[in-house]
């Protein structure tokens, strides 16, 4: 085995500081501009609609994503992350992506503690035009295949939302307020009776 000469070991001390100046002065010049480069523009996390959303639902976690805007983009009134959302009813239809602020919901309670929007359909529109949010409504339901009189379902329940109406679908799109029982009675009166509607001036 050759033993280096001084030489050698001379002209690779050399080679190996060249090596380290080099690696020295890149990274001298990646910091310096690690140093110079403007930091990162501020954001604020907002809630947003992870999907299309319609009228007269109720959001829960799964409807909502979180979405960094700048701070000039934020909505006002607009809702953040931990927000809380019970029986809060949006008052039309939300397209996904959209930040949710406090005008696209009903003014609280809307739906109060204990109680549960319901959605039905009336088949004629027309009667869904005459009504306004915070309506009370009486509902009746009759089956056509039967002589007897409509029977009463719902006294003045109100009406918390009107969902812009579907080409796709037929009829109108109503939702209320009422209990939990009231709306087991409904979901199980649509499925054979014909839901009518009149306006009361009930207010219990």
Do not use: C
């Amino acid at each position: 085995m050759k033993i280096p000469s001084l030489h050698d070991l001379l002209r690779a001390a050399r080679w190996h500081r060249r090596l380290l100046a080099g690696v020295a002065a890149a990274a001298a010049v990646y910091f310096g501009l690690l140093a110079l480069s403007p930091a990162p523009p501020p954001t604020v996390a907002v809630l947003a609609a992870a999907h299309d959303l319609s009228g007269g639902a109720i959001p829960d976690r799964g409807d909502l994503r979180t979405v960094e805007l700048p701070p000039d983009a934020v909505p006002s009134g607009v809702l953040k992350p931990g927000s809380e959302l019970t029986h809060r009813v949006l008052n039309g239809p939300v397209r996904a992506g959209e930040p949710l602020t406090d005008a696209r919901f009903l003014a609280p309670p809307a739906v109060p503690s204990g109680s549960v929007a319901y959605p039905f359909r009336v088949d004629d529109a027309d009667i869904a035009a005459l009504l306004r949010v915070g309506d009370r409504i009486n509902l009746y339901g009759a089956v056509s295949t039967t002589a007897d009189a409509a029977g009463l379902l719902a006294r003045a329940v109100r009406v918390v939302a009107l969902p812009a109406p579907r080409s796709s679908s037929t009829g109108a799109l109503i939702v209320i307020a009422t209990t939990p029982d009231t709306a087991a009675r409904l979901a199980q009166a649509t499925s054979n009776a014909r839901i009518s509607v009149a306006l009361t001036p009930d207010t219990s």
